[in-house]
T-cell receptor
């Protein structure tokens, strides 16, 4: 069965530090990949997505992610985090053409001012 | 503005009671989904619908049911609430199968 793994459960960074959150998926076929963010008390919002084309995807708020097919990875990056980036980040994947999204367990990011 | 709304935002109920969580979207999306969010599990799919009168079981459907009588609404019913169903429930919708899913604000349910 398809699964998504996020190995970092809780990451604590100081403002201006660089961020990289890992995401690996298990499905061997063509996939669509997503990063969602959930700010405290709010609903999930889409940060960025990869469907096809350039494997380096830029999203909102300065986030980007790189799809590396050979590693089954879709890591999220940001060169300089801000206190307002404190949130929980979810990676998700689905087989192309399917509807079911599979989510990782999430990574809680705490940014210290 | 079009949106997806869930109600109630918070609910406390007792074991054995029937509970219905509402989800309403005004985007005219074909597809609607219910997820539960639990610590250590992320979001898991409960049920989903591709259109009116269509419903499908997801990964964790036991103890839950849905019905889709119109495009806008997909209520989630817990027939006999159990403590294991204490969770945060999110509804989502998408226009078509390959589209992005948009999420509601969530319902926090406590079963005592």
């Amino acid at each position: 069965a398809q699964s998504v793994s996020q190995h970092n459960h809780h990451v604590i960074l100081s403002e201006a530090a660089s961020l990289e959150l890992g995401c690996n998926y298990s499905y061997g076929g063509t996939v669509n990949l997503f990063w969602y963010v959930q700010y405290p008390g709010q609903h999930l919002q889409l940060l960025l997505k990869y469907f096809s084309g350039d494997p380096l995807v830029k999203g909102i708020k300065g986030f980007e992610a790189e799809f590396i097919k050979s590693k089954f990875s879709f890591n999220l990056r940001k060169p300089s985090v801000q206190w307002s980036d404190t949130a929980e980040y979810f990676c998700a994947a689905r087989e192309t053409g399917a509807n079911n999204l599979f989510f990782g367990t999430g990574t809680r990011l705490t940014v210290i001012p | 503005d079009a949106e997806i709304t869930q109600s109630p935002r918070h609910k406390i109920t007792e074991t054995g009671r029937q509970v219905t969580l509402a989800c309403h979207q005004t985007w005219n999306h074909n597809n609607m989904f219910w997820y539960r969010q639990d610590l250590g599990h992320g979001l898991r799919l409960i049920h989903y619908s591709y259109g009116v009168q269509d419903t499908n079981k997801g990964e964790v459907s036991d103890g839950y049911s849905v019905s889709r009588s119109n495009t806008e609404d997909l209520p989630l019913t817990l027939e006999s609430a159990a403590s294991s169903q204490t969770s945060v429930y999110f509804c989502a919708s998408s226009l078509n199968r390959d589209d992005i899913q948009y999420f509601g604000a969530g319902t926090r349910l406590s079963v005592l």
